[in-house]
Structure formats: structure tokens, C-alpha cells
């Protein structure tokens, strides 16, 4: 994945990535998870954060980023170590944010040992592991796999500016992050 050069294009990237992922962090299909954090002060503050992030004409910024990765380390930090099963789901998908926020602000090099690609790559093929293994069939194999690598494409387009290629590559990232929802809803149920 080219991570984009200029800053805003990154915000616009951030606020892409949690289009997808946040709804998968408060969905409910993992009780472990929820028992967690649900109840945590951060968990609260970042469900404003992903509020803030959906209103494309609000502004989001340093700031704004730093707060989501100060929220999302509080409840990552709540695990010992990753979950596995369902818990491993909202987990990931916290993290995922985590690692593109951490990007967006330049605490993440782009020539870190693992991009972030490879990051997002491992967590859609996952859920394509647990579509396979609990039956569930969404008409081609590697679904989410090939998904991400379409979005992944489309990031290239992005370029800071609040153009109608921005708006709609975040309601393509809007309308993945339901597929996820789903999928997993069907899958882990």
C-alpha cells in the first residue's frame, strides 16, 4: 500500500479506515469484548471521536487523531495479550485504527517492518478463514481479501481535498465495514 504523501490525504485515509472498522469495535458480536470495554470512560470517548470522523464537513485533525489513539491504547491495553475468537474481531479491528491514527501523525514510519497493507490484508483474510469455517458462503472465495485489495487501490485517488472522489470512497468504506458487520454477525452466530 502507498501511504499518501500529504497529511490531509492521511486524515482522509484515517477517517476511511474508521468508516470500516468502528463498526465492527462496538457490534456486540463479542460478549468478551464488550465486558471489557464497554463500560471503560475511553470506549465512551471514542464512540464521540467516530462521530466526529463520520461528518465529513467536521474537521478532523492532529488533535482529533491523537484523542482516537489516546482512547483506542486505553482499550487495547486492557487485553494482556491478543484475544482469540470472537473477541479477536473487535480487537483487531481497534487495532487497525490504531495502527493507521499512528500513521496519520507520523508516529508510525511508512517503511515500518510491517506495512499497514499486510496489517489490513491479515485481518480480511481472517474473517474469509471464518466465513470458510462456519459455512458461510458470500459467492466467491478470499470476499474480504479481494475487497480490501480494491479499496487499497482506491486510496491513490485520495488527495486531502473534500472532493466527490473523497466522498465516495468513504461510503464504498462505509458500505464495506457493513459487509463486515454482517458476515461476521452470520459467521460467529
Known sequence: MTVPADQAARFQLVRAVMARFVPII???ISPEWDETVLDHP???NLAGLASLAEDLDAPLGVIEIERVLDDLGELLDLFDEEPMGEAYYPF????LIELHCRMATGDLSD???VPLSEWVDRFAGHVDWQLDKSG???GRPRYFSDL???IRMGQSGLTGLDDPYFRRFIQE???AGVQYLRALNSALR
Open 148 to 150: 480490501e485489495r480494491n
Open 136 to 138: 458461510v458462503d458470500l
Open 42 to 44: 475511553s470506549s465512551q
Open 92 to 95: 483487531k479491528a481497534a487495532e
Open 173 to 175: 468504506s462505509r458500505e
Open 111 to 113: 517503511d515500518a517492518p
Open 26 to 28: 462496538g457490534s456486540g
